[in-house]
């Protein structure tokens, strides 16, 4: 049965050359449209995610560049499967890599697309100007060499 699923995605983006496909580098939506093809018993090398005739196609809400994360990033992807949405999830969290985690999985109607439904994005970017550099978080600030005026 396909249906229409979206998907609310968090991920550390440290690793990764952003959220669009990338001929042979790592992305986020390659990552997620690997483990959706495997789930869906598709032959992972018999299918290039970067043609249109692919048949698992991630939609983001937006695009990330490399080294950014997301705390909320929406999604929306037609899935011929079985699966309920809790099942979706459970399997992808399984096989998705320890830095990116599907935070819910719904099921919306088929005219939901994850870009052109988007309302809304914030962007938060986080500076330290404290003497000493931050060791745990240092991938999530911006460090400043000078107070801010």
């Not at 048949?55 to 695009?63: D, K, L, S």
């Not at 809790?86 to 830095?99: A, C, G, Q, W």
């Not at 994005?121 to 000078?146: A, E, G, H, M, Q």
Request: aromatic share 10%.
């Amino acid at each position: 049965m396909r249906k229409n699923d979206k998907l609310r995605i968090s991920y550390d983006g440290s690793r990764y050359f952003g959220w669009e496909h990338q001929p042979d580098k790592d992305t986020i939506q390659g990552k997620i449209e690997n483990v959706l093809a495997r789930m869906c018993g598709l032959e992972l090398s018999g299918h290039d995610f970067m043609e249109p005739d692919c048949p698992i196609e991630v939609i983001g809400a937006g695009r990330t560049d490399a080294g950014v994360h997301a705390r909320a990033m929406v999604a929306s992807v037609f899935l011929d499967t079985e699966l309920t949405c809790d099942e979706i999830r459970d399997y992808m969290n399984r096989y998705l890599p320890d830095d990116i985690a599907i935070l819910d999985v719904h099921e919306a109607s088929d005219r939901f697309h994850a870009r052109y439904n988007a309302v809304g994005k914030t962007y938060r970017y986080t500076l330290c100007d404290s003497p000493v550099r931050p060791v745990f978080n240092r991938k999530y600030y911006t460090y400043l060499d000078t107070p801010i005026d």
